[in-house]
């Protein structure tokens, strides 16, 4: 069975610092691309940042270049979001997900999703 858990979301003031975790089991995790999304209360969902399997090769979208690092610990089939300086439009629900090919910024790729984690930053 697939699971994929979010944790290590929380309420946070502005400039602060958050790490996600994504502790995922029941695939070939190592093999696997890994992403995080988020979705803003009324939006669409975003893509917020990537790792590719074998390599490590890492994405990240405009908005959150410079402040957030994806990384991963395949022994321990773990992905991670470091989050620093959060500002308040970094409001969200917080997902990872996984995907075996093809396109990191595409939600619609993935087939597997954590079931979110929530991040607030208030100003």
């Known amino acids: 069975q697939i699971q994929m858990v979010e944790s290590g979301g929380g309420q946070v003031q502005a400039g602060a610092s958050l790490r996600l975790s994504c502790a995922a089991s029941?695939?070939?995790?190592?093999?696997?691309?890994l992403g995080w999304f988020r979705q803003a209360p009324g939006g669409e969902r975003e893509f917020v940042a990537a790792?590719?399997?074998?390599?490590?090769?890492?994405y990240y979208g405009d908005s959150v270049k410079g402040r957030f690092t994806i990384s991963r610990d395949n022994a321990k089939n773990t992905v991670y979001l470091q989050m620093n300086s959060l500002k308040p439009e970094d409001t969200a629900v917080y997902y990872c997900?996984?995907?075996?090919?093809?396109?990191?910024?595409?939600?619609?790729?993935?087939?597997?999703w954590g079931q979110g984690t929530h991040v607030t930053v208030s100003s």
């Open positions: 997900a996984g995907r075996l090919y093809g396109g990191v910024d595409n939600s619609a790729g993935y087939g597997c």
């Open positions: 029941g695939f070939n995790f190592s093999s696997f691309t």
């Open positions: 790792i590719r399997g074998n390599g490590g090769r890492t």
